[in-house]
Each structure stands twice: as structure tokens, then as C-alpha cells.
């Protein structure tokens, strides 16, 4: 990169709110910089979970012209995640890249500053995993969260349930049992597209991790699935950006 480059974001705390949504999976990997935006695709240690963020440059206050090659910056977002707890409501966040470092700028009442290195992370094109969803719905996020951390208190896993009458959230082991159903028509479910009845079981180490972060940086969550296939978990931020999470399902 032959010259620094510049992006300010609006809203610190909605930023704040998608980096903690990825460090709760991934501890180090890298932004991609193109002229279509921010974009982001990076797999858990165990290769269990994959993390997809597109935040298009209209979603930006600031935004580089035009920009010959993608620009990656490598970061390690438990560090990122630290520095950002500091912001104050009403800040702006700016991203100041240039050779080997970034400063991160919280524009508010003043401004702070503190310069990251960029670390070497390694490149790994993962492809968009293909899945046949038979199993739409698009949910409270508030309400989703809730339900997985009910199911999470007795169990490791839960199970979703796809039938005519709505989705159901399920979780079952000695300490009890918990069923949360979302309804089709009910107040919580916004869109419900069933193509065939579908059950799955996921991981809780996953899904409460991720729904519990993600659920700040949007009102709705929109979920997909098929029976015994991966889930994929969607947040939309505001001005066509999107979180993606895909977690892998349990053998029954």
C-alpha cells in the first residue's frame, strides 16, 4: 500500500457491537478494503463456525474514492475488542490505515487515538458454504436471544423444530426440559418460509456466544436451515450490511 487510506464509520458503538459479534469466535484475521466496502470471512479454530460481514461503503461516512487493489488489514480482534469498550455514546469511529500500523480514531467531545500494528494473518479463501435451506424465519433478536439463553441453562445443545404452526426451540437433559415455540403468525416472527418440516441440533457453546453479541447490532435475526444441515444465522446492518454466521450442526 502505497498511501494511507481513511474510513469513518458513524456510529462507534454499532462498530463496537460487530467486532465483539466476531472476537467472540475468531481471536485474529483480517478486514478486506475494496471498493465495494468492508468485508469480512474468517473460520473458528475448530472449523465449526464461519463468519461472513459485508458492510457496503454507503454505510460509511468516509470512504476511500477509488481504491486499485483490495487492502487487507490484519487484526487481533480480543485487543481491538478492549480498546473499543471505551467508546462514549455519540462517537465516530476512524480507521487511518497505512504501512504496518492503524490508528483508530473515537471522534467525540475529543478525540482519542491509539495506533494498532497490523499483524500477518494467514490467507484462506473459504467459499460461501452451499446449503439447501428449507427453513426461513425471520425473528425479534431480543426474542432469539432470550430463547437460547433460557435453553442454555440446562443444556449444551438445543434442537430447532420446524413445523407448520411455527419454530420451535428446544433443549432437554437432567437438569429439565425448555420449549420456546415462535409462532407463525405471533408478534416475534416476522417472516416464516417453510418449504419442508426440518430438525437440527446445534451447539450452545456456539449459538448463545453469538446471539448474545449479535443480537445488539441488529433488531432482527433472520434463521436457515434444513434437517442435519448447517444453520446460518443473519444480522442485517443498517445501509445493506450483513452479519452472517453459519455453525455447524450435532450428531444426533
Given at each position: 500500500?502505497?498511501?494511507?487510506?481513511?474510513?469513518?464509520?458513524?456510529?462507534?458503538?454499532?462498530?463496537?457491537?460487530?467486532?465483539?459479534?466476531?472476537?467472540?469466535?475468531?481471536?485474529?484475521?483480517?478486514?478486506?478494503?475494496?471498493?465495494?466496502?468492508?468485508?469480512?470471512?474468517?473460520?473458528?479454530?475448530?472449523?465449526?463456525?464461519?463468519?461472513?460481514?459485508?458492510?457496503?461503503?454507503?454505510?460509511?461516512?468516509?470512504?476511500?474514492?477509488?481504491?486499485?487493489?483490495?487492502?487487507?488489514?490484519?487484526?487481533?480482534?480480543?485487543?481491538?475488542?478492549?480498546?473499543?469498550?471505551?467508546?462514549?455514546?455519540?462517537?465516530?469511529?476512524?480507521?487511518?490505515?497505512?504501512?504496518?500500523?492503524?490508528?483508530?480514531?473515537?471522534?467525540?467531545?475529543?478525540?482519542?487515538?491509539?495506533?494498532?500494528?497490523?499483524?500477518?494473518?494467514?490467507?484462506?479463501?473459504?467459499?460461501?458454504?452451499?446449503?439447501?435451506?428449507?427453513?426461513?424465519?425471520?425473528?425479534?433478536?431480543?426474542?432469539?436471544?432470550?430463547?437460547?439463553?433460557?435453553?442454555?441453562?440446562?443444556?449444551?445443545?438445543?434442537?430447532?423444530?420446524?413445523?407448520?404452526?411455527?419454530?420451535?426451540?428446544?433443549?432437554?437433559?437432567?437438569?429439565?426440559?425448555?420449549?420456546?415455540?415462535?409462532?407463525?403468525?405471533?408478534?416475534?416472527?416476522?417472516?416464516?418460509e417453510l418449504k419442508e418440516p426440518a430438525t437440527a441440533r446445534y451447539?450452545?457453546?456456539?449459538?448463545?456466544?453469538?446471539?448474545?453479541?449479535?443480537?445488539?447490532?441488529?433488531?432482527?435475526a433472520v434463521i436457515e436451515f434444513a434437517t442435519g444441515k448447517p444453520?446460518?444465522?443473519?444480522?442485517?446492518?443498517?445501509?445493506?450490511?450483513?452479519?452472517?454466521?453459519?455453525?455447524?450442526?450435532?450428531?444426533?
Amino acid at each position: 500500500m502505497s498511501a494511507s487510506i481513511k474510513l469513518v464509520y458513524s456510529d462507534a458503538k454499532e462498530f463496537a457491537y460487530i467486532v465483539e459479534s466476531i472476537a467472540v469466535l475468531i481471536e485474529e484475521t483480517a478486514f478486506t478494503i475494496s471498493n465495494e466496502g468492508l468485508k469480512l470471512r474468517a473460520i473458528d479454530a475448530s472449523r465449526s463456525a464461519l463468519i461472513d460481514l459485508m458492510i457496503p461503503r454507503d454505510a460509511f461516512e468516509e470512504f476511500p474514492e477509488e481504491l486499485s487493489e483490495e487492502i487487507r488489514v490484519g487484526l487481533n480482534f480480543a485487543d481491538l475488542k478492549k480498546l473499543l469498550r471505551r467508546i462514549k455514546k455519540g462517537d465516530k469511529i476512524a480507521l487511518e490505515i497505512s504501512e504496518g500500523k492503524v490508528e483508530l480514531k473515537l471522534i467525540g467531545k475529543a478525540t482519542r487515538s491509539v495506533i494498532l500494528p497490523i499483524i500477518d494473518v494467514p490467507v484462506e479463501q473459504l467459499p460461501t458454504p452451499r446449503v439447501v435451506f428449507t427453513v426461513t424465519a425471520k425473528v425479534a433478536s431480543d426474542a432469539l436471544k432470550e430463547a437460547i439463553k433460557d435453553a442454555d441453562v440446562v443444556a449444551d445443545s438445543v434442537k430447532l423444530d420446524a413445523r407448520e404452526d411455527g419454530l420451535y426451540i428446544i433443549a432437554t437433559s437432567e437438569k429439565g426440559d425448555i420449549e420456546v415455540k415462535f409462532e407463525r403468525e405471533s408478534e416475534a416472527m416476522f417472516e416464516y418460509e417453510l418449504k419442508e418440516p426440518a430438525t437440527a441440533r446445534y451447539s450452545l457453546d456456539y449459538l448463545t456466544d453469538i446471539v448474545t453479541k449479535a443480537s445488539k447490532v441488529s433488531d432482527i435475526a433472520v434463521i436457515e436451515f434444513a434437517t442435519g444441515k448447517p444453520i446460518a444465522l443473519t444480522f442485517e446492518i443498517p445501509m445493506g450490511g450483513k452479519l452472517t454466521y453459519y455453525v455447524a450442526p450435532m450428531l444426533e
